[in-house]
Every structure is written in C-alpha cells, then in structure tokens.
Antibody, heavy 121, light 110 residues
Framework: EVQLVESGGDLVQPGGSLRLSCAAS????????MHWVRQAPGKGLEYVSA????????FYANSVKGRFTISRDNSKNTLYLQMGSLRAEDTAVYYC??????????????WGKGATVTVSS | QTVVTQEPSFSVSPGGTVTLTCGLS?????????PSWYQQTPGQAPRTLMY???TRSSGVPDRFSGSILGNKAALTITGAQADDESDYYC??????????FGGGTKLTVL
C-alpha cells in the first residue's frame, strides 16, 4: 500500500525550530518529487515547498523562504522539512504529498494524514 | 502576486448539477497551468479528484468532470450526493516550481 506518514509535529515557541519528517512506503520514493502543503486552522490549503526526486532542486513559497528547508534522504525513504524562526502564522497542519514522476504531471496524487505544528508562547 | 480565485461557497440539491470554477486574478486559466482539484472533508487529508484539467484520479466516480470554461478551470459534479458535501480546492502550476492553491469552495448539498 502506498503510504505517507508525517511525524515531528509539536508545540513550539515563537522564534523556535522544528523538523518534520514524512516516511514513505509502498513505492519507489526516489522516483518522485515531493511537496509540503499546510493548512492553518479554519483556513485553506497553502503550498509550502517542493523538492525534486534526487533532491537537487528545491522550491519555496515566499512566506517561508529563508526560514524553512526541504530535504530528502532517498536511502531512508524520508522527506524532511526543517522549520526555523517560527511565527504564530506558521501554526498549521502540515501535509506531505507525492507528485507523480512522469513529465508534465503537475499535481499531487498521494497525501499523508498530516502533522500538527503549533507556534505559541 | 498571483491569486487563484474560487467561489467561497456553493449549494446544490441532491441529484443536481454544480460547477465550481478556478480563475486567476489576472489573466486566463488554460491547460498550460495543469489545473488539478482536491476534495477535503473536515479533519481529513485532501483527496485528489482531477488532474491535467480533466483526468479523473483513480477511484473517482465519473459524475466528477473537469474542463476549461471560458477563462477558468471548472469542476462539475453531476448528480450530487450527500457525501459530496466537502471543501474543494483547485491548484494551478505557475511554472518554475511554483504552485498556487485557490482559497477553496465549501460545497453544501441540501
């Protein structure tokens, strides 16, 4: 079964740091680009970051650029999101999602259940 | 700053047809933006419905269809059912690794 499982969500103080992980199983992880998408309480979905299949290319929303770092370890089938200088507005459920490997297939086909990050003093 | 627009809310009667749209604050949506659609119920992860404008994801019933209508992408539900009551999000790929979500449409079936 294809599965993505996020972990690492927690309560953190403003200005603090946190690392989220997303463990992939049931497919060849190294063949797929991966994304992080978040959803603040009562709000819509927001694209956060993406990484290419080999980790060589990364992309960020303006709202997190310079504060968040996406990475992956294909030997461990795991995606990461290192979050720093956290703000109250970063409070959200963070989903990891898979993007199909075929060229010109720009969408997310598998989603994890999410990890909750709360930034508060 | 590109804004992807969606109707905040919509209502449809059971068995009825509804079309949700996905536009741009400036310009027209075309297939070149690879519009995709996602369904989300409260407390759940998103579910992929449609990609590349009009291709249904695996397991999605054929009463869901996608298209370009005028200058917007569209998701049409034909024969709405009670369990279609959800939030629906479109996403456009803007190029250079940038994706933009619409604000979502809350669909009520009553």
């Amino acid at each position: 079964e294809v599965q993505l499982v996020e972990s690492g969500g927690d309560l953190v103080q403003p200005g603090g740091s946190l690392r989220l992980s997303c463990a992939a199983s049931g497919f060849t992880f190294s063949n797929y680009a991966m994304h992080w998408v978040r959803q603040a309480p009562g709000k819509g979905l927001e694209y956060v970051s993406a990484v290419s299949s080999n980790g060589g290319s990364t992309f960020y929303a303006n709202s997190v650029k310079g504060r968040f770092t996406i990475s992956r370890d294909n030997s461990k089938n795991t995606l990461y999101l290192q979050m720093g200088s956290l703000r109250a507005e970063d409070t959200a459920v963070y989903y990891c999602a898979r993007r199909p490997g075929a060229p010109n297939y720009y969408y997310m086909d598998v989603w994890g259940k999410g990890a909750t990050v709360t930034v508060s003093s | 700053q590109t804004v992807v627009t969606q109707e905040p809310s919509f209502s449809v009667s059971p068995g009825g047809t509804v079309t949700l749209t996905c536009g741009l604050s400036s310009g027209s949506v075309s297939t070149n933006y690879y519009p995709s659609w996602y369904q989300q119920t409260p407390g759940q992860a998103p579910r992929t419905l449609m990609y590349r404008t009009n291709t249904r994801s695996s397991g999605v019933p054929d009463r869901f269809s996608g298209s370009i209508l005028g200058n917007k992408a569209a998701l049409t539900i034909t024969g709405a059912q009670a369990d279609d009551e959800s939030d629906y999000y479109c996403v456009l790929y803007m190029g250079s690794g940038i994706w933009v979500f619409g604000g979502g449409t809350k669909l009520t079936v009553l």
